[in-house]
């Protein structure tokens, strides 16, 4: 067995009936494929001692697809001198902790990867509180305006007369 990165899933597909004529369609995470290469799913609750099972063997599979949906966390990359600050209500410097790495969602995204007091990595979502992501060996300093190119895109020439 293979285990699957996160963000595989399996496709189902139900019986048509009036309310959906397709038929409901829902998904489930692979947790592996067998030395074929077939997706393996853990079925639910009620069918969980069964253990893993090929999704092909079953009569409603409708194939194998990646959940870009969500939040999904599909590749890590390190943070190498990156930070992250969570200031105090009065603007002062609260929390400061080096970044453990960067994760890539499925939708995306790159999130930052903090951990807690207790060695816990987590996502830092945006809007879930205030914080600044900075560079260690970056100056501080606020937004550096970017000229614009001229029409025809060509890039701006310095005035020699300014020096």
């Known amino acids: 067995m293979i285990p699957a990165r996160q ?10 009936s ?17 030395d074929n290469g077939d997706a393996m799913y853990l079925p639910s609750e009620r069918r969980r001692n069964q253990g893993l099972i090929r999704a092909a063997d079953m009569a409603n599979y409708a194939g194998v697809g990646v959940d870009v949906s969500g939040d999904n966390i599909v590749a890590m990359m390190p943070a190498g001198g990156w ?16 970044l453990v790495g960067w994760g890539l969602t499925a ?13 816990v990595v987590e996502t ?10 900075f560079h260690q060996g970056a100056p501080e300093v606020g ?6 190119l001229v029409p025809g895109g060509e890039e701006p020439v310095e005035d020699k007369e300014k020096g």
């Not at 930070?83 to 080096?98: A, K, L, S």
């Open 107 to 119: 939708s995306g995204e790159v999130m930052p990867l903090a951990c807690d007091s207790d060695g």
């Open 7 to 16: 963000g595989c899933v399996v496709h189902f597909r139900g019986k048509p």
């Open 18 to 34: 009036e309310r959906s004529p397709n038929g409901t369609t829902w998904s489930e995470p692979v947790i592996a494929w067998d």
């Open 143 to 148: 937004l550096v305006p970017v000229e614009p």
């Open 83 to 98: 930070w992250i600050e969570w200031p105090q209500r009065d603007g002062t410097v609260g929390v400061r902790v080096p």
């Open 124 to 133: 830092v979502q945006p809007g879930t509180n205030d914080f600044r992501v």
